[in-house]
Nanobody, 125 residues
Framework: QVQLAESGGGLVQAGVSLRLSCVLS????????ISWFRRAPGKEREYVAA????????HYVDSVKGRFTISRDNAKNTVYLQMNSLKPEDTAVYYC??????????????????WGKGTLVTVSS
C-alpha cells in the first residue's frame, strides 16, 4: 500500500527558505508523478507544483514560479519542494500526492491516486 509522508514545515519569517520533503513508501517512487498542493486558512486547496516520474519535467503555479523548485530523488523515494523568498501568503498546509497514470503530476487533487496528510508552513511578516 502506498503511503506519503510530508515533513519540513515550520514557522518562519518572510524572506527565508524552507525545504519540504515527501517520502513515498510501499512502492517505488519512479512509478509515480508527484504534485504538491496547499490549503491556506479559510481558502480552497490549490495546486502548487508537479514533477514527472523521471524528474525531467516540472510545472508551477504562477504565484510560486521563480521562488519554488520541485525535485525528486527516486533512489531515496523522496520528492522535495524548495521554497525560497517565502511570503505570508504562502502560509498553508502543504500536501504531496502521487499518480501512476500521468506523465507529470496533475494540477487536480482528485486526479491523484494517493495523498499525504500534510505539513504546516507558517510565514510571519
Amino acid at each position: 500500500q502506498v503511503q506519503l509522508a510530508e515533513s519540513g514545515g515550520g514557522l518562519v519569517q518572510a524572506g527565508v527558505s524552507l525545504r519540504l520533503s515527501c517520502v513515498l513508501s510501499g512502492r517505488t517512487l519512479s512509478r509515480y508523478a508527484i504534485s504538491w498542493f496547499r490549503r491556506a486558512p479559510g481558502k480552497e486547496r490549490e495546486y502548487v507544483a508537479a514533477i514527472s516520474r523521471s524528474g525531467a519535467m516540472s510545472h508551477y503555479v504562477d504565484s510560486v514560479k521563480g521562488r519554488f523548485t520541485i525535485s525528486r530523488d527516486n533512489a531515496k523515494n523522496t520528492v522535495y519542494l524548495q521554497m525560497n523568498s517565502l511570503k505570508p501568503e504562502d502560509t498553508a498546509v502543504y500536501y504531496c500526492a502521487a499518480d501512476s497514470e500521468y506523465v507529470i503530476g496533475s494540477t487536480s487533487w482528485n486526479d491523484m491516486d494517493y495523498w499525504g496528510k500534510g505539513t504546516l508552513v507558517t510565514v510571519s511578516s
